[in-house]
């Protein structure tokens, strides 16, 4: 009898998360901004993984200089599109130090995707421990935590990590982990939220009631059951890091040069706007469409996954 | 039957002591953060790695003069100290001195707090303004190519950097329409020699001292503001079309995010049984999306408002640094090349305590907007 007991929830639950994954995928994949987002990020995945086939040049060789390009040959110059024979091609052009465009941008996806994931990942494991402990301890403990939470969802984001960059020292790591710092509030509370309305449910007490440790309690039956707004908001979040990380670089505050990583590139060429504008806006449209990719990526599975929403 | 007669006499006596009461809580709640503001901004600025003094006094400074540099600053009392120095400086509104340029920080905040103030209500009251008309035409004509077009461009408006949609206005107003009407200038507040006459002089008032001086003083550096009161109208002017590019730039995010808050609140809101009643008693559409609509979806929207403070302010540093102004946000970026810790931890407690304040103006607002909240 107890057999059957012990058994019978166990098939339920091992049916349930593979139809409700599949479900949720067959969700996103209807979702048109999820869509669109899918292909940007597929092909910026594509790029920054081929990065080192795709470019034709290392991101740091001043190729411009050893072809001997005048500074009215930098822009970007397109076989297709008519460019001489005898001027090497370079379709997005070059820099002032006679460095590949094309190259250094590609690069830059490696860059952004990789840092951006970074700081969101720390965000995320930080956030998620912050708002176990507050959520399921209570009491003196959860108020400590979400008063400091709140004191640091007070600040305007961008200043924060700029004074916390300049604790750590300009650098990208750092500003990864500066922006990282600050969004640790959203994953906090969305993991708080989250625990709060889970550790009560009848589930969890069944757990409690088998002898379930804690922390099993917290890591098997809870965590899993608050992935879906971490998963939404984490994505969404990658956006905005990606984002931060570049105004911190356009700044001089997070990545050094030579790096190629957008932010960087724009705020080092700007005052080359008037005579060579490929220099900004290339790595801006970059810029733009990897931060679209994400947020609509997000919207999508905000959309697919949250039922509140489902209009 | 207490429970609504309760009710009925509190209403009855008018929703003031409701409403009082809902202020006094919502203030209350903002000191303990505003504290715990001041003892962040206090925590990261000193454990500031580095020495303040080499970057100050250059790498060659010798110890001897960074000793007397330290004793200057308070920098070599132990850091409990060094935080009760603090909060009674701070009780008497000094924010400290600057390592660097040897002024009081509350001097560079009177000099420069207006422009990024001016700079982000400009753009705040654009943002708002232009994003609940855009997410109100796109709700009310919903699936229409106003909708698409709305959602496409706030989308495309979310995902671009403050500092890339600012080089590239830069680049079109004032570098492809150059000899256009369109024409804007690429930075600055003022043209070159248009000037603006100081406050104090206008209204003869170059004697003041003291803390009223330094009352004018700011708000003479507010030029729009300035030259509106005084009737410079060609300052004005110039003013303004100097902070267009500058509020666009900014605007374009918190534009973008009030649209579609505003879109999909009032579809949520134009989809309940009330707005069916109201159209089956005839009203036009146009009273129906406005008065019965967007009255109850407007209470979102004000909370994205306040919210999009944050981040203006932060948009502010990016801002200004690209249209060369002056303002709040360059100091703080200057600053922290300079290894400025007066000024770094002045400027981001007072950028802080701007946005809880606004924010909590916010928070009050919803008890004048939905009377529930206040009742709670």
């Known amino acids: ?311 | 039957m207490a429970a609504p007669f309760r009710v009925s006499a509190s209403r009855s006596s008018g929703y003031t002591p409701a409403m009082l009461r809902f202020i006094t809580r919502r203030v209350l709640l903002t000191i303990p953060v505003l504290i715990g503001i001041v003892f962040v901004v206090f925590a990261v600025a000193r454990i500031l790695p580095g020495d303040p003094c080499k970057a100050a006094l250059g790498e060659r400074a010798t110890e001897a003069r960074c000793a007397l540099f330290r004793e200057r600053f308070g920098l070599d009392e132990p850091i409990p100290v060094q935080f009760g120095i603090y909060l009674s400086d701070l009780s008497r509104g000094d924010l400290g001195t600057s390592i660097s340029q040897g002024v009081p920080v509350s001097d560079m905040l009177v000099q420069r707090l207006p422009l990024t103030l001016e700079l982000t209500f400009f753009a705040l009251a654009l943002a708002a303004s232009l994003g609940i008309l855009l997410g109100v035409a796109a709700a009310a004509r919903r699936n229409s190519a106003v909708d698409v077009a709305t959602m496409v461009g706030a989308n495309l408006g979310i995902s671009t950097p403050v500092f890339v949609l600012g080089l590239l206005l830069i680049f079109i107003f004032a570098v492809v329409l150059r000899d256009t009407p369109f024409v804007l200038p690429p930075g600055g507040r003022l043209t070159a020699g248009v000037t603006i006459i100081p406050l104090t002089e206008s209204w003869g008032l170059t004697e003041l001292e003291g803390p009223l001086r330094i009352v004018v003083d700011f708000f003479s550096n507010m030029y729009l503001l300035n030259s509106l009161i005084t009737g410079q109208w060609e300052v004005l002017g110039d003013a303004l079309r100097h902070l267009i590019l500058p509020a666009v730039a900014l605007a374009t995010i918190p534009l973008s995010i009030i649209a579609r808050i505003t879109r999909s609140s009032l579809l949520d809101v134009l989809g309940q049984d009330y707005i069916r009643t109201a159209r089956a008693k005839g009203l036009s559409e146009q009273r129906v999306v406005l008065r019965h609509g967007l009255r109850n979806a407007i209470l979102p929207v004000v909370t994205v408002i306040g919210l999009s403070l944050g981040s203006l302010l932060a948009g502010a540093v990016l801002t200004e640094s690209i249209f060369g102004l002056t303002g709040l946000g360059r100091t703080i970026t200057d600053a922290v090349l300079a290894r400025d810790y007066a000024v770094v931890q002045g400027l981001t407690l007072v950028t802080a305590v701007i946005y809880v304040l606004v924010n909590l103006i916010v928070d009050i607002s919803y008890g004048y907007l939905d009377p529930r909240i206040r009742l709670q």
């Not at chain 1, 058994?7 to 048109?32: C, F």
Request: hydrophobic content about 50%.
């Open chain 1, 1 to 311: 009898m107890s057999h059957e007991i012990m058994t019978a929830p166990g098939d339920t639950i091992s049916a349930r998360p593979a139809n409700m994954w599949r479900d949720a995928g067959r969700d996103i994949l209807a979702q048109r901004s999820a869509q669109v987002g899918l292909v940007i990020l597929s092909a910026l995945f594509a790029i920054a993984l081929a990065a080192p086939i795709i470019a034709v040049h290392e991101p740091n060789d001043p190729v411009g200089i050893a072809e001997g390009l005048t500074a009215q040959q930098r822009g970007p110059c397109i076989r297709l599109l008519g460019c001489p024979e005898e001027r090497p091609e370079h379709i997005f052009g070059v820099d002032r130090n006679g460095r590949d465009v094309f190259s250094r941008v590609v690069h830059g996806a490696r860059v952004s995707l990789w840092i951006g994931f970074a700081t969101v990942g720390f965000a995320i494991f930080v956030g998620t421990l912050l708002g176990s402990v507050a959520g399921f301890a209570g009491g003196w403990i959860d108020n400590l935590i979400m008063r400091l939470m709140d004191v640091l969802l007070a600040f305007p984001a961008l200043v924060l990590a700029i004074a916390i960059v300049t604790v750590l020292e300009p650098g990208l790591v750092n500003a990864g982990l500066a922006i990282g710092v600050v969004a640790i509030p959203i994953y906090a509370r969305v993991m708080r939220a989250s625990v709060l309305s889970i550790k009560e449910r009848d589930f969890v007490t069944a757990s409690r009631a088998l002898g379930e440790s804690p922390s099993g309690i917290l890591l098997r039956r809870i965590v899993p059951n608050a992935l879906t707004p971490l998963i939404v908001q984490g994505t969404l979040g990658i956006a905005s890091a990606i984002l931060d990380i570049a105004a911190l670089s356009f700044l001089g505050l997070g990545a050094q040069p030579p790096l190629a990583e957008w932010g960087s590139m724009i705020g080092l060429d700007r005052n080359q706007l008037f005579t060579d504008p490929h220099l900004i806006l290339i790595p801006g449209v970059a810029l733009s469409l990897s931060v679209l990719g994400f947020n609509l990526l997000g919207d999508g599975l905000r959309d697919a996954l949250d039922p509140r929403l489902n209009r």
